[in-house]
């Protein structure tokens, strides 16, 4: 295996300060060189401030869609890990180009710099979005045709096959990541952390989107991690996906109930909006064949509910 990381690998991660990407900078920066950048639209520098004052580390506060500043920053690294997006899909509803600029154009942006600076090897996190209402449960990595349903989605989408074309045109090594819904601590959105905010404000009644049947897989960050990295050194092909997550889910319903009983509440009144959707563009169900990572080695150490409640105490300031 030429892949695993070592104490000389140099890695440059985009979107870096973010909730997973934070993570992931708190795992490399152990066995290698790190460069974060990030344009701090959802990622906070104290996420990665323990990390600033390190011989090994570097924080570069930048924008993907500036191409010369990527170029330059990106120049003598070994390997890119593309996590920089759009990460709230609602608002690529609103703001209709946002996923448009910071899904596509900034992964292909980050591919040229590659190209031109002689780097061959990227690791991308794609997304469950990019499966959209597919029929086939659970949904293995060779399920198709991909039809999403939401801009962020189809950014994710595009932002694959780039790779694939640059991984077939060019000589890339690439890993793209599907993943399901990763949580923990550091979270500054979603369902959990959405819940724990409104309940915060009201005790007695919690809003919940949609009908509650949703289901979707939670896994936590650092599962997420060690799976990114699972692949990275048993990989067989020079561009290929995997499913990250769970083979088990929870409806929303039941991240409401968690909550609830973690924030140690009682009688509090769930009022559904009414709709299989939360929002538009969101999948209700997300079932996922995660047999391939198993396969290479990797799956998540909690069941969905598990890590839910997890999350849930560590965001409480119950848990480290």
Not at 163 to 181: C, E, V
Not at 294 to 315: F, M, P, Q, Y
Request: include cysteine.
């Amino acid at each position: 295996m030429t892949n695993k990381t070592t104490n000389t690998v140099k890695h440059f991660i985009t979107g870096g300060a973010g909730f997973v990407g934070s993570h992931l900078v708190d795992r490399l920066i152990q066995e290698g060189e790190v460069t974060v950048y990030d344009n701090l639209a959802s990622g906070r520098l104290e996420w990665i401030q323990h990390h600033l004052d390190k011989a090994n580390f570097k924080f570069l506060r930048a924008d993907i869609t500036d191409f010369e500043s990527l170029k330059q920053a990106m120049a003598g690294h070994d390997i890119v890990w593309h996590l920089a997006a759009n990460t709230d899909i609602r608002r690529g509803n609103e703001i209709v180009d946002l996923d448009l600029k910071h899904c596509t154009i900034g992964t292909f942006n980050v591919l040229e710099a590659m190209r031109q600076n002689g780097i061959s090897q990227i690791a991308f996190t794609s997304s469950a979005t990019i499966y959209g209402e597919i029929a086939t449960m659970p949904t293995p990595e060779d399920c198709g045709p991909l039809l999403p349903i939401s801009l962020y989605g189809a950014g994710k989408l595009a932002g694959e096959g780039l790779i694939s074309a640059y991984s077939h045109l060019f000589g890339f090594k690439a890993w793209i990541y599907r993943f399901a819904n990763v949580v923990g601590n550091r979270m500054s959105h979603g369902v959990i952390y959405d819940f724990i905010q409104k309940l915060r404000r009201n005790p007695q009644e919690l809003e919940i989107l949609g009908d509650g049947t949703q289901e979707k897989p939670f896994f936590l960050a650092e599962d997420c991690i060690e799976g990114m990295l699972c692949a990275l050194q048993n990989y067989e092909k020079d561009c290929d996906v995997y499913n990250l997550g769970t083979d088990s889910v929870t409806r929303v319903s039941r991240v409401a109930e968690i909550v609830v009983e973690e924030m140690g509440l009682r009688d509090v009144e769930f009022k559904y909006t009414g709709g299989k959707r939360g929002w538009p563009g969101d999948v209700s169900v997300v079932r996922f064949d995660v047999s391939k990572m198993r396969w290479l080695g990797w799956e998540a150490k909690h069941t969905s509910d598990e890590a839910v409640r997890i999350a849930a105490r560590r965001l409480l300031g119950k848990e480290g």
